[in-house]
Structure formats: structure tokens, C-alpha cells
């Protein structure tokens, strides 16, 4: 997930791409697969491993979480802080 290397590409924010690596991970569902990704403040989540494609390295996300869209990064979606 993420990247092809050991070394990321310059930043991108993309339904595939993490900004300082992926964080954590956890299973959902019927086995799918969320990853946070807290330097684009997101959740990613994928489908189960079992639908993946041949190369794991260009897995695309389904949804995203605390963000509209997948190429958003805003903290708080742009609203400021919160409290």
C-alpha cells in the first residue's frame, strides 16, 4: 500500500499515496482494510485483501474518512481548530 520503493515519491494526496507513510492499520467489515494517514488527517479504506489486484502496491482506496474528497488534506476539513 502506498509506495513502490523505499523512498516515496514527492507529496501527492491520492486515493493510493500516504503522506508520511502509512500509520495504523485495521481490519473492518468483511475483512476489509483502513489505514491511517495522519499527515493528510484520513482514514483510508480498502477492499479485502482477497480482492486485491496482483500488485500490492497500487492498491486504490474505496472511501476516505475526514475528508470530502481523496485529494483533500485539510485539518478539521478547513474549519480550524476545534475545542
Known amino acids: 500500500l502506498g509506495y513502490s520503493t523505499a523512498l516515496p515519491a514527492p507529496p ?42 496482483t500488485d500490492r502496491f497500487t492498491q486504490h482506496a474505496v472511501a476516505v474518512v475526514g475528508q470530502p474528497d481523496f485529494t483533500s488534506n485539510l485539518a478539521n476539513r478547513g474549519f480550524g481548530e476545534t475545542g
Not at 481490519?27 to 480498502?46: A, E, K, P, W
Open 12 to 53: 501527492v494526496v491520492s486515493d493510493s499515496q500516504f503522506g508520511d507513510g502509512p500509520g495504523a492499520v485495521f481490519i473492518y467489515g468483511n475483512d476489509g482494510v483502513g489505514v491511517s494517514d495522519t499527515q493528510n488527517n484520513r482514514i483510508l479504506l480498502f477492499k479485502p485483501v482477497s480482492q486485491w489486484t
